[in-house]
C-alpha cells in the first residue's frame, strides 16, 4: 500500500524526498499536493507548467506525484473548480496521477436528496471525464450503492484501471451525523468487492490505525496531510496507538506521552528524532513542527511496512494485538480478518 504524503506549497518543508535534505525518507515513494493552492498562486502556477511539477518542486522522477484537484477548497470559498484551468495545468505540469476536475463531496449532516444531488454532479464529471487518464471518484455516503451501480453502467468508466474514494475525511472527524465506524468499513468493503480489477485511492485515511484497515481490504494508497497538522498542533504520532501532545501551542490540547512513552519518543530512529532527540520534537516554531511532522510521516511509513510485513509472513492475526492499542479500530480489523479468513 503506497502512502502519499500530502504537502502544501506555503511550507514545503521538510522536504522528506530529497535526498540531501536533513529530513529525507527513502521509504517515501508519493506526495499530493492540491490544484487549489496553485490556483491562489498564479505565478507558481505558472512556473510549474514551464518547468513541469517534478523539476518545480525538485522532486525525483521515481516519487510519484498526486494531484488533489481542490475541490473541498473550492466549494467551501463559494466557487467551483476552474475546470478549463485545472485541465490545462494536468496536461502541461504533467502530475503521475489525477482525479476528475471537480467532484462534489457529500457530507454526514446533508439531507438524502442533497447527497443525491452530489452523486448526480460527481457522476456528471466523471462521464465527461472518463476518457483519458482522468481517475473517476465516488464518495461514502447514503447513496453509494447508487454510484457503484451507475459507474458500472457506464461503458468507460468501467475499463478504467483506478478509481478514487472520497468523503470519508468528515466521517472520521466526527462531523455533525457522522457514521458509525462500522457503517464506513461497510463501505470500503463494497466498494472493494465491486471493484476488485482496480487500483483504489482512498483519500484521507492516512491514521497509524486506519491503516491497518486500509491494508486489510487491499486498498493500493492513501493520502494524508494529517502529518502536517498534527505537527502545527504540537502533535505527534505513536506506533500502534493514538496522538500525544509533546508541545503545548496556543489553545491545542491533548493527552501527553506516560514514561514508557517517553522512553520510545527517546528512542526513535526517524531522520527528526536522530538528530534532534525529545527535545526537538518539543521545540516550537518552524524548528519545532519540521521535527514533529518528520517524525509523523515517518511513524506512517514504518506502520505501513511492518503492516506489510506481517500480512507476508502470514502472522498479522498474531502481531496485531499487542501491537495496536486503539479500541475503535481493534473490532473492525477482527472483522475484516474473520471476512477476509487470514
Not at 46 to 55: F, I, R, V
Not at 82 to 108: R, S
Given at each position: 500500500m503506497e502512502i502519499v504524503a500530502g504537502i502544501t506549497l506555503k511550507a514545503l518543508r521538510p522536504c522528506a524526498w530529497d535526498p540531501q535534505a536533513d529530513y529525507y525518507m527513502p521509504g517515501l515513494q508519493a506526495i499530493m499536493v492540491s490544484y487549489?493552492?496553485?490556483h491562489k498562486m498564479p505565478s507558481r502556477r505558472?512556473?510549474?507548467?514551464?518547468?513541469?511539477?517534478?523539476?518545480y518542486l525538485g522532486v525525483p522522477s521515481h516519487i510519484k506525484i498526486y494531484l488533489d484537484n481542490g475541490a473541498f477548497y473550492f466549494i467551501t470559498h463559494g466557487g467551483t473548480t476552474?475546470?478549463?484551468?485545472?485541465?490545462?495545468?494536468?496536461?502541461?505540469?504533467?502530475?503521475?496521477?489525477?482525479?476528475?476536475?471537480?467532484?462534489?463531496?457529500?457530507?454526514?449532516k446533508m439531507t438524502l436528496e442533497e447527497q443525491q444531488e452530489c452523486l448526480k454532479l460527481t457522476m456528471s464529471m466523471n462521464r465527461s471525464y472518463s476518457e483519458g487518464n482522468y481517475v473517476p471518484v465516488l464518495h461514502v455516503s447514503s447513496v453509494l450503492e447508487e454510484y457503484t451501480d451507475l459507474f458500472k453502467s457506464h461503458q468507460f468508466l468501467v475499463?478504467?484501471?483506478?478509481?478514487?474514494?472520497?468523503?470519508?475525511?468528515?466521517?472520521?472527524?466526527?462531523?455533525?451525523?457522522?457514521?458509525?465506524?462500522?457503517?464506513?468499513?461497510?463501505?470500503?468493503?463494497?466498494?472493494?468487492?465491486?471493484?476488485?480489477?482496480?487500483k483504489l485511492h482512498v483519500f484521507g485515511i492516512g491514521g497509524t490505525s486506519t491503516l491497518h484497515v486500509a491494508a486489510l481490504l487491499g486498498i493500493n494508497s492513501v493520502d494524508s496531510s494529517g502529518w502536517r497538522n498534527r505537527a502545527a498542533r504540537g502533535i505527534v504520532q505513536l506506533p500502534g496507538t493514538g496522538d500525544r501532545m509533546v508541545a503545548e501551542l496556543g489553545s491545542w490540547r491533548g493527552r501527553k506521552p506516560d514514561d514508557k512513552e517517553w522512553e520510545a519518543l527517546a528512542e526513535c530512529q526517524c531522520p527528526a528524532?536522530?538528530?534532534?532527540?525529545?527535545?526537538?520534537?518539543?521545540?516550537?516554531?518552524?524548528?519545532?513542527?519540521?521535527?514533529?511532522?518528520?517524525?509523523?510521516?515517518?511513524?506512517?511509513?514504518?506502520?505501513?511496512?511492518l503492516i506489510q510485513e506481517h500480512l507476508l509472513a502470514g502472522d498479522y492475526k498474531d502481531w496485531y494485538p499487542n501491537h495496536l492499542d486503539n479500541t475503535i479500530y481493534r473490532p473492525l480489523i477482527q472483522k475484516i480478518i474473520e471476512l477476509e479468513k487470514l
Open positions: 487549489a493552492d496553485f505558472q512556473k510549474a507548467m514551464e518547468h513541469g511539477l517534478h523539476d476552474p475546470t478549463e484551468e485545472y485541465t490545462e495545468f494536468v496536461e502541461i505540469a504533467k502530475p503521475d496521477w489525477f482525479p476528475i476536475p471537480q467532484d462534489f463531496i457529500p457530507t454526514p475499463e478504467k484501471d483506478s478509481i478514487a474514494l472520497g468523503g470519508i475525511v468528515p466521517n472520521l472527524l466526527k462531523a455533525s451525523k457522522a457514521m458509525h465506524p462500522h457503517k464506513i468499513l461497510e463501505s470500503l468493503i463494497h466498494v472493494r468487492q465491486e471493484f476488485k480489477d482496480k528524532c536522530k538528530q534532534y532527540g525529545v527535545e526537538g520534537l518539543k521545540a516550537n516554531l518552524v524548528h519545532g513542527f519540521r521535527n514533529r511532522a518528520t517524525h509523523n510521516l515517518w511513524v506512517l511509513l514504518e506502520e505501513a511496512r
